[in-house]
């Protein structure tokens, strides 16, 4: 329930909310935890095996217990922390992980079956039969024991990612955090500060505590509001450093404010990646529980938490809160809550010689022995010297001491240590290059001495930078010392938990000890501790210790699992924020493209390219219709076609034949000013990279064109050859292939169009097969370039690409007009396969120039690029796959891409093997499939009837082997 | 005689416009880049500075005349922006056109830097990146040239072809800076 007082809640704004269906108000700086205890709630959760009642545990994101799911529908966010949810109008959470209710759960029997599901009970149980393990066990697991779901449909909710830059990173706004980034703030240096709460101040928030004379938390946000005055200085709330990485990078997580988020185009989370040459990690601790019989009942927290309710949210957590810890934190528990004016039942403290001030039953040197009330907390035993006494409680505050928050030391794999004075583990310095851990995160526990230790990371960081750093004192704050006795566990009969989230009990790290999961890596995967999403941070401690109990040895010998990012849970949603629909990869659209899709056009993807695969006619409504159609106008006709796409660089200089004469197994160097040249480039290791035509434009100045899925790694490939192999050749190189658009205008009336369009006909005796050079059109200067990818009578067009949508246009009205039309990929696959030319399809990285048949273009006569290499025996053999044509002979026509070939008779397996089938088309113009393939000695075998197995589609045809040419081979149609 | 009509990369999906920022297609005029031969590095620099007034701008630069830029453009490798390319900067260099490649905009307004920190992980801090800077970086999956052109703006180019892809991304990252804007 609400008390009075001040804290950090705007009692004025009062804010509706549902929870499970029902309706409840709370008020502005309100967390759903919070709200829910101000109303009397305290079962918020189910746990995860064995359906136990739940309430909070803490105050913060190391919350094991209260986890919800946020919204309906598409968008739902499960596992959420109610503790950190801050609260807004309209929220709708719900509970999770019960059935048919959290009241009423059904799966809490699972609760009686508990001696059947110890540590290692999934191993042991769900052994046999092995068919049952993904069909049976799983399914039925996952519905017992488990957390939140997502909807399965479609995230409507936008995420973003980010980049962040500064010089001084600080992790947490504690005293310590704002000290740091205040110090160096002052000494000039760009600062991001970043803190998980919405306001900063950290523990500041939940104390009483005073700094320069003040409230804490006044005094935290005087120094946020300089701080965020600040040019230099980006002050980050809601933003959860999660991990440590190289080189100075970290990632972080942004929660937008509800009111921010509800924007329209306004993000749910943005991950950060922020770059800062140095790092204080000023995360603070968590604090441990101790482990006790039913520890778990709600109303059961950590005194940390109580405070926070108390202090900072105004909420009682109980009528009447008993206090039980082993350090002094205990006291002032007791005390916060005293001053608030609730009932404290008892304070008992596990340290003997304890001693209080405060008016209240005061029980030192005994322990807590169990916690009584099933949905919620009633009664406490307590055990002293004299006997077991039973205690009135609502709510039971337990401090075992606090853990400092190592977890981003510990990223690029360092090793916390272990510290006895204050029974916890501590970063060890440089375990993260650049960072520094301060205050609390540090071990350093009192105020005063967090501030000063901000301050002393701050100057150390900014003299590392060779930044001088200002003479900062440290306000006046409480400086006492942390005094703990270490406690882990009560003894009982019955289960004590330690990882509330997972159900693991004292008695479950004993028993993995018991079975030789003595490690503390192996005792983490039998008993599934400090797993999920709260990473056992409240857990790790506490288990370890047991562990190190169960087998005998100390706990810095028994060592800490591994710590791994993210610190906090982090939405899939949000790392791969913006990479679905349109952000899933950039679109790289020809200029042809808005004409080609108004045709009807269906566009396929070709790398990051997208290409028309067809253009449909009235009336066709099949794929194969249009390009049977399309493939008869260019042989009879003129088709027109955007080539743009190919890779095009420009390369100039005095040696810039030499150099193509490298790269390129045939020779360039002799091509004559004005010609146009096939080439086939290999690998260093001989293998066929890639191949294209390159056009010579001036004595020193080529044009080489390559294919579009290569053009990347054939641009790449040219600069290593340069860089690292010949870097005194005068040559140099760009590409130009967004300059340009290029059409193909392929056809027996190419001519006739292109006389027409061109501003000077053309000159049949200039412009022979292989001939380029520059054209005027319309008073724009194009490049004419006469080859030829589909056996016809062709030219490529290419004009400054501002032009390119108008030229495509205009060049398929105009073949329209000559009884032609625009073709597609389809089409022109089918062109290339009837003319036996290759694509990758075929070069496909595993094949050489033998193989295809061009062994003759490899130039002996100068060095190239793997040349020597394929000179390597195996690589130049009759019995290697060489390339050959196919066609139906039998009852099945169709040839597919990617089945075997085999020996008429032989069984159609992988022994038998005599290749495969690269590309297929139905050629309209023989009227029947045609095939190129690889087949072993193949040039050796036309005329050959061998059988083609598809074993994927179920296929099997019996096709004749043939000259991979069989449309015009002796080329007179593209000189005609 | 036919005639052709030019089309800008950004036709139909310029100026954008979201808060206070504003996206708007720009117009460099003639692009050519220069590469300079070997050990003409600093003769392309005099040319370019008789030619065209401005000196060969070193990494991460670039330099302004009254009617020319020079805007670094990789290794070795200079972005001349504005005038046809003096005939006599050939004798240092190879030439290319490259006016029709890139789709450049300005992105302008108070969230400029904000916006870009969605797509690039360039270092935009005035601090490291101040007027006159430029860089080769990828935005958003895209090769892209930046390039800061005011204090609260910047000029990006990316291929052509991805003028579409731009667009989309920065209306994306615009509209996710300015719902943060407080009203």
Known sequence: ?976 | MTELLAKTPCAGLLPLRAGTTTLTEVDLGQLTSLAPYRGQAAALSDALHAAHGLAVPGPGQTTESDDAEAIWFGRALVLLAGPAPDASLAAHAALTDQSDAWAVAELAGDDAAAVLARLTPLDLRASRFPVGATARSELAHMAASVTRTGEQAFRVMVFRAFAQTLAHEMRTAMDGVAARRTR
């Open chain 1, 1 to 976: 329930m609400r008390i009075g007082g001040e804290g950090l809640i705007d009692r004025g704004a009062r804010l509706d909310f549902t929870f499970d269906g029902h309706g409840y108000q709370g008020v502005k700086g309100d967390t759903l935890a919070s709200a829910l205890l101000a109303n009397g709630i305290r079962l918020m959760g189910r746990s995860f095996k064995y359906h136990r009642p739940r309430g909070p545990l803490t105050a913060d994101s190391a919350e094991p217990n209260a986890l919800v799911t946020l919204g309906r529908g598409p968008g739902q966010d499960p596992n959420a922390r109610a503790t950190t949810v801050e609260l807004h109008d309209g929220l709708e959470a719900r509970s999770q992980n019960r059935w048919p209710g959290l009241d009423f759960d059904l799966l809490s029997v699972n609760d009686a079956l508990a001696p059947f599901l110890g540590a290692g009970f999934y191993y042991k149980t769900f052994m046999w039969p092995r068919a049952f393990w993904e069909k049976v066990y799983e399914p039925a697991i996952r519905r017992a024991a488990g957390l939140g779901a997502i909807s399965r449909v479609h995230d409507p909710d936008r995420y973003e990612k980010a980049f962040a830059h500064c010089d001084l990173l600080v992790i947490g706004a504690g005293p310590a955090g704002l000290m740091a980034a205040l110090t160096a703030a002052r000494a000039g240096a760009e600062v991001i500060l970043a803190d998980e709460d919405t306001h900063p101040g950290g523990r500041l928030n939940a104390e009483t505590l005073e700094v320069d004379g003040r409230p804490g938390r006044d005094w935290a946000a005087a120094v946020a509001a300089e701080l965020s005055e600040m040019d230099n200085v980006r002050l980050m709330t809601r933003t959860a450093v999660v991990g440590a990485y190289d080189q100075g990078t970290f990632g972080a997580l942004e929660r937008l404010a509800p009111d921010i988020a509800a924007r329209r185009g306004a993000p749910r989370e943005c991950f950060w990646r922020i770059a800062a040459r140095r790092a204080v990690l000023a995360a603070g601790a968590l604090e441990r529980p101790v482990a006790f019989q039913n520890n778990d009942r709600p109303g059961v927290m950590l005194a940390g938490a109580v405070r926070a309710y108390v202090n900072r949210w105004r909420v009682a957590p109980g009528r009447n809160v008993a206090v039980f810890g082993n350090n002094d934190g205990a006291h002032r528990t007791a005390a916060d809550l005293m001053a608030a004016g609730v009932h404290v039942s008892a304070l008992i403290d596990s340290r003997p010689g304890a001693t209080t001030d405060l008016d209240l039953p005061f029980f030192p040197g005994a322990t807590v022995t169990d916690a009584h009330g099933r949905k919620g907390l009633e009664a406490i035993s307590v055990a002293t010297t004299s006997g077991i006494d039973k205690l009135q409680a609502e709510c039971l505050a337990v401090s075992g001491g606090w853990n400092p928050a190592v977890h981003l030391t510990c990223h690029m794999n360092g090793r916390p240590a272990w510290r006895e004075d204050i029974a916890a583990f501590v970063p060890r310095d440089g375990a993260v290059p650049g960072l520094r851990a301060a205050g609390a995160c540090a071990g350093t526990f009192s105020t005063r001495a967090c501030l000063e230790d901000g301050i002393a990371a701050a100057r150390e960081a900014l003299e590392e930078m060779g930044r001088t750093a200002p003479g900062t004192s440290a306000p006046r704050a409480e400086d006492g010392a942390y005094a703990i006795t270490p406690l882990w566990t009560v003894p009982g009969k019955a289960r004590a938990w330690l990882d509330f989230q997972n159900d693991v009990t004292v008695k479950d790290v004993k028993q993995a000890a018991r079975e030789n999961f003595r490690s503390v890596e192996h005792m983490k995967r039998y008993t599934t501790q400090g797993m999920a999403t709260d990473q056992g941070k409240n857990s790790n401690t506490g288990a370890l210790a047991v562990l190190a109990d169960a087998t005998g040895r100390a706990i810095p010998e028994t060592g800490t699992t591994t710590f791994r990012p993210p610190y906090n849970p982090v939405a899939i949603g949000a790392l791969g924020a913006g990479a679905q629909g349109m952000g899933f990869a950039p679109r790289r659209l020809t200029t042809s493209h808005a004409a080609s899709v108004d045709r009807g056009a269906e566009m396929l993807e070709v790398g990051l390219w997208y290409r028309p695969s067809h253009f449909p006619a009235r009336g066709e409504t099949h794929w194969r219709q249009s390009t049977d159609r399309e493939v008869t106008m260019v042989r009879e006709a003129v088709g027109i076609a955007d080539v743009s796409t190919l890779g095009k660089i420009d390369v100039q200089g005095p040696d810039a034949a030499r150099f193509l004469d490298f790269v390129y197994a045939n020779t360039f160097s002799t091509l004559k000013v004005g010609r146009v040249r096939y080439g086939i480039m290999l690998r260093e290791d001989g293998h066929v990279m890639d191949d294209g035509t390159t056009a010579r434009l001036g004595e020193t100045h080529f044009l080489t064109t390559t294919t579009t899925a290569a053009a990347g790694e054939v641009m790449r490939h040219f600069e290593f050859v340069h860089q690292c192999l010949c870097p005194d050749w005068d040559v140099r190189f760009i590409s130009v292939t967004e300059q340009w658009a290029q059409f193909a205008v392929a056809g027996p009336k190419s001519r006739d169009l292109l006389d027409d369009l061109l501003d000077t006909p053309l000159d049949d005796a200039a412009w022979p097969f292989m001939a380029c050079g520059p054209v005027g059109l319309g008073g724009v200067q194009a490049r004419l370039f006469r080859i030829s990818f589909s056996g016809e009578h062709a030219y490529e067009l290419a004009v400054p690409a501002r032009y390119g949508d108008s030229l495509f246009r205009e060049l398929a009205r105009r073949a329209e007009a000559l009884g032609g039309g625009p073709y597609g990929m389809e089409a022109l696959n089918v062109l290339r396969i009837e003319k036996g030319f290759i694509t990758h399809a075929e070069i496909h990285g595993r094949t050489t120039a033998f193989d295809i048949g061009m062994d003759r273009m490899v130039s002996r006569k100068k060095d190239c690029i793997g040349q020597a290499a394929a000179e390597r025996p195996g690589l130049r053999e009759d019995g290697r796959e060489q390339l050959v044509g196919l066609k139906p002979v039998g009852a099945v026509k169709m040839l597919t891409a990617g089945a075997h070939l085999f020996n008429e008779t032989d069984p159609a397996d992988r022994d038998h093997d005599q290749g495969y089938i690269t590309s297929t088309g139905f050629s309209p113009t023989f009227g029947h499939f045609l095939a190129l393939g690889f087949l072993k000695n193949g040039r050796a075998r036309h005329g050959e009837v061998v059988r083609m197995v598809d074993h994927l589609r179920g296929v099997t045809a019996y096709c004749e082997v043939q000259d991979p040419v069989v449309f015009d081979p002796k080329g007179d149609r593209v000189r005609d």
